[in-house]
């Protein structure tokens, strides 16, 4: 008779779900490279101001523990460049891996590639599309698949938390939770 050993042993077909976990190195190098890299990449700030919440995002980068990274805050704190330029930067120095975002207003369908991430900038700007008559929301989608598929959700975005329960159902909302919140305070970069 076959025990459930055996079938974790030998059934191919049935993967356990794991998320990867990134441990991109000690605090302090994370650190540094963080506030380079928003330098170099965001040349639109004068002066570089290391906001309290930043601590949190490089506690991320230091040790995922598997989840995603969902920022949320005001507009022109920053999130954009850290989701699109800081946090590829250093991924691509300490894994050579290449994390590439997609406006949530032209996300389609989800590129079911090898990518261990789904990354969306701007959450809460994208409008619902009809195909042939279906409505297609490529948010929900995108955040279903990669809970389906245990990809790393990076999600940046202007809602607060109440307009978030008011645009997306519970089983959105539900998968959105495997994800570290940070939310980031202060006044626009852009003033």
């Not at 607060?160 to 959105?176: H, M, N, Q, V, W």
């Amino acid at each position: 008779m076959r025990t459930i050993e055996d079938t974790f042993k030998n059934a191919d077909f049935l993967q356990p779900k794991v998320y990867n976990r990134y441990k991109l190195g000690a605090r302090e190098e994370i650190k540094e490279m963080f506030i380079k890299s928003f330098e170099y990449y965001d040349r639109t700030v004068d002066k570089y101001e290391h906001l309290p919440s930043y601590d949190e995002i490089i506690d991320w980068m230091v040790d995922t523990k598997g989840r995603g990274l969902m920022l949320m805050g005001e507009c022109g704190l920053g999130k954009s460049t850290i989701l699109n330029f800081v946090i590829p930067a250093i991924f691509r120095t300490k894994t050579n891996k290449i994390l590439r975002s997609v406006p949530a207003k032209e996300l389609g369908a989800v590129d079911r590639n090898k990518a261990p991430f789904i990354i969306i900038d701007d959450l809460g700007t994208e409008s619902i599309k009809n195909d042939y008559g279906t409505k297609i929301d490529a948010v929900a989608d995108a955040i279903s698949y990669a809970e389906d598929s245990s990809k790393t959700l990076l999600i940046t975005t202007n809602l607060t938390p109440k307009a978030l329960k008011e645009r997306y159902d519970e089983r959105t909302l539900d998968r959105l939770r495997k994800c570290k919140v940070v939310i980031i305070k202060g006044i626009s970069f852009r003033n």
